[in-house]
């Protein structure tokens, strides 16, 4: 049997606390969910199902397949037990390899030692088979194995997305810290959003979250617009499988939405940046962009999201600059917002503070190794008395590995 036709288990993994989101995404591609920890979700399948959560999912940052596992004690062992792995029924003799590893043994103090032992060991056994071997190195934008090593067990993966999944291909331009596309889709997620009403996005930098939510509300796959994944290096791969579904994917394409997406920004080259990530998504049509003080964008009648990504400030004089930022973040959404929920992603809760409104919600994430929280807010006109609604949030997350269990 083909490698390509064997089930085995399908570890999609992400930023820590975003598992919950990842999990749902799962279900509702009809996986089953067989364990989900605070960075990973595991599920079973094919390399076929690898390519579908790879075009389908929002939230991940890869999908690794298991392709074997086996126990190693030291270096020598786990050499051993790599080359006589049939490796040449993977990868094609003039490929390119990437070894990457986590380890968590007594055996190794510096990592990379277990890189540099993986890739001998692949070309070990061409040579053994072949007069040819593939190249190897750093870059990922091609076949990559992982390599899994807890205690004495190792799990050896093909990295089927290669490139991390965050880097959905459209955005071109980034500008300054931008928030990452994976990131984003969690946050709209979290908050909620399905397309239902409008989605106003001040403030808007290079347009992620305004792009994502027009990619949610349409039901467009994020992987769309990428023309490169790690499964396509790998022996076996079938181009027109692909293409076929691709195609599955845009005919369940929404052809309009019901509200509007509204992103704003007082920098011109932030919103010439926007616009042209959001041409390159295939959404730009769909999204109203202005440049404009935040206080200025226009938020239409009905009802939907207002959400802001304001900066977080990291030196003392930004952080006084920015108090009077987030305090007409709060004006905001008191006077342009009946009617709407609101919403603030930030790493900074004594800004957060300054927005004089009580949090509905307080919902925990990381932006890289910023601890942030997106909090929720409810908005009405005038006063309304409401019983306290409780609050989510777990101030007490343990450190964990984005790598695979």
């Known amino acids: 049997m083909s490698f390509w036709m064997k089930k085995s288990k399908i570890i999609a993994t992400c930023a820590k606390g975003v ?6 995404e799962m279900r509702d591609l009809n996986f089953p969910v067989h364990a989900v920890g605070e960075a990973a979700v595991e599920t079973e399948g094919a390399l076929e199902d690898a390519m579908t959560l790879n075009l389908n999912l929002r939230t991940a940052h890869r999908v690794l397949y298991l392709y074997h596992a086996f126990t190693a004690n030291t270096l020598d062992d786990l050499y051993r037990r790599l080359v006589r792995l049939s490796w040449e029924e993977v990868l094609d003799t003039d490929g390119y390899v990437c070894v990457t590893s986590f380890a968590d043994t007594p055996a190794i103090r510096d990592g990379r030692i277990v890189n540099l032992k993986g890739k001998d060991a692949v070309a070990d056994r061409f040579r ?13 934008d091609r076949t990559v194995i992982h390599l899994y090593w807890k205690h004495n067990q190792v799990l050896v993966y093909l990295d089927t ?3 991390s999944l ?5 955005r071109k331009i980034p500008l300054q810290a931008p928030m990452q596309e994976t990131l984003a889709a969690s946050v709209l997620l979290a908050a909620g959003w ?8 001040p403030m808007c930098g290079s347009g992620t979250l305004a792009i994502e939510a027009a990619l949610i509300a349409l039901n467009r796959a994020p992987g769309l617009v990428r023309t490169n994944y790690g499964f396509m290096h790998l022996k076996g791969f079938t181009p027109s499988h692909w293409r076929d579904m691709r195609t599955r994917a845009r005919k369940a394409v929404r052809k309009q939405l019901p509200g509007k ?4 920004d007082v920098r011109r080259e932030a919103v010439d940046a926007a616009r042209q990530n959001a041409r390159t998504a295939g959404v730009d049509h769909l999204i109203d962009f202005a440049v404009c003080d935040y206080r200025e964008t226009p938020v239409p009648e009905g009802n939907g999201m207002i959400m802001f990504n304001p900066a977080y400030g990291e030196r003392m004089g930004e952080i006084a600059a920015l108090e009077a930022v987030y305090q007409g973040v709060g004006d905001f959404f008191k006077q342009q917002g009946p009617g709407y929920r609101g919403y603030i992603f930030t790493g ?5 503070k300054k927005i004089g409104l009580k949090t509905k919600r307080r919902i925990p994430f990381f932006n890289g190794e910023i601890e942030c929280r997106l909090l929720e807010y409810e908005l009405y006109a005038g006063s309304r008395k409401r019983p306290p609604a409780p609050v989510t949030d777990n101030e007490n ?9």
């Open 19 to 24: 598992s919950p989101y990842l999990q749902a």
């Open 128 to 140: 053994q088979v072949s007069d040819r071997r593939p190249d190897s190195g750093a870059a990922r």
């Open 161 to 163: 997305s290669g490139d």
């Open 166 to 170: 965050s880097k959905r291909g459209y």
């Open 194 to 201: 399905q397309g239902e009403g409008h989605f106003i996005n």
């Open 261 to 264: 997406i509204v992103a704003t």
């Open 348 to 352: 900074n809760p004594a800004l957060a």
């Open 397 to 405: 997350e343990e450190d964990q590995t984005q790598e695979a269990p």
